[in-house]
């Protein structure tokens, strides 16, 4: 066809296969696995919350990841542009624009919490947060995040630095600092498992893991998991659109996707597994919110030798963790800005930041200032979580599968997929092309109508 010819010259990208895993990854994995996850699935009733999300990723999610990967690779372009390439004069390239415009509102709220994990390393070291009283470890966390200045400069500290890393536009340095560190983190995340499980009580916080209790599922529930599943993955959004143009043309994007899934979800659960028995030996609630890793943690590390070593470094590793994924949002409106419009760098990153600042210290002063102000009857920090897991990840998603599944013609699809026929992997295009055509936008539809109470499943 004459769609299907449309070939864009290659332009610098990731330099080998382990860099392709290691940023793709890097975007994936952050304070969703430690703090967003184990949080939500308190919140959400547990195991039976865990089976769906799973679903969500692998029916949703990953195909969403793929057509990503696809449309960023095919127009070697970001976001917005990847669009107009591959359908030029057609109202699509908004899809891109709402990623850029989503990918805002995720900063406002997660440089906040990354302020909070900066913060922590430092109360760690001094050994502040070193206590064995859960009474005490809850009202630091509260004392803290209910200042007004210290969480509001960590905040700005957290925005500073990501913005030097893209100003200097160190991809390289990035690529190499993620894949060192993902191991350690993931080393030290099993260390924290063998704690928690060793903690009396523990069973209780394994069970609430694994015993699905499909009573407490409603399509609320079912919202929230398709939100988690679209956030933890960084997908409906642009960033992974963005990022597969950077893949070279010789990467299988199937593979890619599946070990980036396999690999972020396995954080995922020991997150949950170093937490909950913990949360339940120490008698917090699996409900606390956004505050149980801040909780949590210190009370695992604290009874064990070596504990305010071991608590320094876990923050360490979770900041760095976050700044795999800051970089991947802070990225999206400097790529939109500088590829699309003209503007230089250091005007984009600078203005990025600063928009960034100006808005997300709403979501900061929430837990003080700010903490009347509600909107539907949420305070400003769980209304842009909410906005942008429950509908602006999902929309932006549907619509990209849209494109994917039947804007972007089979032909040219399955030769992305098969790297020009190279591959052979006809079945497994045929599974993708299936569950990006019927499965994701069917489910996504349904899901988020059932959720708002549209209809009722
Ligand atoms: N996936 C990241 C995390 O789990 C967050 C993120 C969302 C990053 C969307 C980029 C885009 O922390």
Partial sequence: TELGKKQFSP??????????????????????????????????????????????????????????????????????????RLAPDTPWFFTGLSGVICAFFIMFYYTSVAGWVFAYIFKALSGSIVTSDPKVAEQVFTTFISG????????????????TIILAG?????????????????????????????LPGASEGVSFLFQPDFSKITGVTILAAMGLAFFKLSVGMGVMTT??????????????????????????????????????????????????????????????????VFL????????????????????????????????????????TGVLMAAIGCTATLSNSLLSDVTLFDMTLFNFYSYLTDNLMMPLTG??????????????????????????????????YLFAIRYVAPIAIVIIILNGLGFIKL
């Avoid at 007004?148 to 913005?163: A, D, K």
């Avoid at 993931?186 to 704690?195: A, G, Y």
């Avoid at 599968?401 to 997929?417: K, M, T």
């Fill in 11 to 84: 332009r610098e990208g990731f330099g080998s296969t382990l860099g392709v895993i290691a940023a793709t990854l890097g975007s994936a994995v952050g304070l969703g696995n430690i703090w967003k996850f184990p949080y939500i699935t308190g919140e959400n009733g547990g195991a039976a919350f865990i089976f769906i999300y799973f679903a969500c990723v692998c029916f949703i999610g990953l195909p969403v990841m793929i057509s990503e990967f696809v449309i960023g690779r095919r127009s070697n372009a970001a976001c917005v542009g990847a669009f107009k």
């Fill in 148 to 163: 007004i200045w210290s969480p509001l400069i960590w905040q700005w500290i957290v925005l500073f630095v990501t913005g």
């Fill in 170 to 198: 160190v991809k390289n340095g990035i690529e190499r600092m993620t894949k060192t560190l993902l191991p350690i983190l993931f080393l030290l995340l099993i260390v924290c498992v063998v704690r928690a499980l060793t």
């Fill in 243 to 308: 990022y597969g143009s950077y893949i070279g043309k010789g990467e299988s994007l199937i593979g890619t996707g599946i070990k980036v899934v396999l690999a972020d979800t396995m954080v995922s659960m020991l997150a949950g597994l170093a937490i909950f028995p913990a949360v339940f030996s120490f008698g917090f609630s699996p409900k606390d919110g956004p505050s149980l890793l801040f909780m949590t943690i210190p009370m695992v590390f604290n009874s064990m030798p070596f504990g305010q």
């Fill in 312 to 351: 320094s470094i876990f923050f360490i590793l979770a900041s760095i963790a976050s700044m795999g994924a800051m970089i991947s949002l802070y990225n999206a409106p400097v790529a939109y800005l500088t590829e699309e419009r003209g503007w230089s760098r250091g005007a984009a990153t600078i203005f």
């Fill in 398 to 431: 549907l619509v990209i599968a849209l494109f994917a599944g039947w804007r972007l013609s089979r032909w040219e699809v399955s030769d992305e997929i098969s790297n020009g026929g190279s591959l052979n992997n006809k079945s497994a295009i045929g599974f």
